[in-house]
């Protein structure tokens, strides 16, 4: 069964440090999601891609967070610089489509932990 | 923001027994969907209910939608350890062009072997 690929699965960086995630979606899905997960807290939205372009990333922190998916395939999301409240799960889910109906298949995740 | 609430936030039973897990919401949705999650991994979805069905059963899950109330419950029925992990609701929104899920912050299930 396809899966969504992440890397890295862990990630400990300094403070101020740069640091990027990258996904691979399911094949032949459009949209792509980034998701972030603060320990003990359902995930939450940072950005959603259709194919190539942003749909939205209204609560992408965008002085210090960058997402793109140049080719619409894989994805890499990246903080510079991190900040000690940066820590959490980063989450990459892709569906077919954006149709309320089209179910989000979720990868293993990328646990970053600034320090 | 997080859209959905889960009650409990933890709920500890034994094998073999059942589990309930409730959600509540707040605004209108099109859909809901239960999603799990295993310690440290992704999201697995399990089911999505319409806002016009009361019911839905999927194996040993059975999952109900009152949008009067605007709150679901998910039913494990006959339970075991491998259903020990996290549970969160997730309702969509129309924003941006696009539908987005809205994830609670959970039920955290332990089932005692």
């Known amino acids: 069964e396809a899966e969504v690929a992440q890397s890295p699965r862990y990630k400990i960086t300094e403070k101020s440090q740069a640091v990027a995630f990258w996904c691979d979606p399911i094949?032949?899905?459009?949209?792509l999601y980034w998701y972030r997960q603060i320990l003990g807290q359902g995930p939450e939205l940072l950005v959603q891609?259709?194919?190539?372009?942003?749909?939205?990333d209204s609560q992408l922190p965008k002085d210090r967070f960058s997402a793109e998916r140049l080719k619409g395939v894989d994805s890499t999301l990246k903080i510079q610089p991190a900040e000690l409240g940066d820590s959490a799960m980063y989450l990459c889910?892709?569906?077919?489509?954006?149709?309320?109906?089209?179910?989000?298949?979720f990868g293993p995740g990328t646990r970053l932990t600034v320090l | 923001s997080q859209q959905g609430e889960e009650d409990p936030q933890a709920l500890s039973i034994q094998e073999g027994e059942n589990a309930t897990m409730n959600c509540s919401y707040k605004?209108?949705?099109?859909?809901l969907q239960w999603y799990r999650q295993n310690s440290g991994r992704g999201l697995v979805h399990l089911i999505l209910?319409?806002?016009?069905?009361r019911e839905k059963h999927s194996g040993r899950l059975r999952v109900t939608l009152d949008t009067s109330k605007k709150s679901s419950s998910l039913l494990i029925t006959a339970s075991r350890a491998a259903d020990t992990a996290s549970y969160f609701c997730?309702?969509?929104?129309?924003?941006?062009?696009?539908?987005?899920?809205?994830f609670g912050k959970g039920t955290k299930l332990s089932v005692i072997p």
């Open positions: 891609f259709q194919d190539e372009s942003v749909v939205d």
């Open positions: 209910i319409r806002s016009n069905e």
């Open positions: 605004t209108s949705i099109n859909n």
């Open positions: 889910a892709s569906s077919l489509s954006d149709f309320s109906t089209d179910t989000q298949y």
């Open positions: 997730a309702t969509d929104a129309y924003g941006a062009g696009s539908y987005q899920l809205t």
């Open positions: 094949s032949g899905h459009a949209t």
